[in-house]
């Protein structure tokens, strides 16, 4: 199984900037990430090297009385995958930029039925809720997590 707060030790060298679409958040990736997918809820960047995903969505938070709601709601779709399995660092108490957060750490098959690992960094921050997600095959874990952890590290709320 993954070991997610790992993220927060290994060093990377990150190169882009990026600004979500709404403006409130920014971070860097590293160069050799590619977008894969982007619109205004969400944006999933490709690791090429590793062949790790890693995505930021946003959503409303306003129906979450705390983190704590928002996070049960997240982790009940999770639970529902093919082959769940929760990781040993999941529902760990964590921060983002400063800000409470989850860890969401479990494995499952994909939609293509490779099984994959995720860590879901989970922030509840002036009404909205912010996943910064991270998912890869357990055999790629090293070399994505050490592109990772410049993600996770630079992450700001603006």
Do not use: H
Request: aromatic share 10%; charged share 15%; hydrophobic share 40%.
């Amino acid at each position: 199984m993954m070991l997610l707060l790992g993220l927060i030790a290994a060093p990377v060298a990150a190169d882009q900037s990026y600004t979500c679409p709404d403006k409130s958040c920014a971070f860097t990736v590293p160069d050799s990430y590619t977008v894969a997918a982007n619109d205004a809820t969400q944006v999933i960047f490709q690791d090429p090297a590793s062949g790790g995903v890693f995505s930021v969505a946003g959503s409303d938070g306003s129906g979450f009385a705390s983190l704590d709601d928002a996070v049960n709601a997240i982790d009940a779709q999770n639970t529902g995958k093919d082959s769940y399995q929760a990781g040993p660092n999941n529902r760990t108490n964590t921060t983002l930029a400063g800000n409470a957060a989850t860890l969401l750490e479990y494995q499952a098959n994909n939609a293509n039925g490779l099984l994959v690992e995720t860590a879901n960094f989970v922030a509840l921050y002036q009404g909205k809720v912010y996943q910064l997600i991270f998912v890869t095959t357990p055999d790629q874990e090293a070399n994505f997590l050490a592109s990772a952890k410049g993600v996770f590290d630079s992450w700001q709320f603006t």
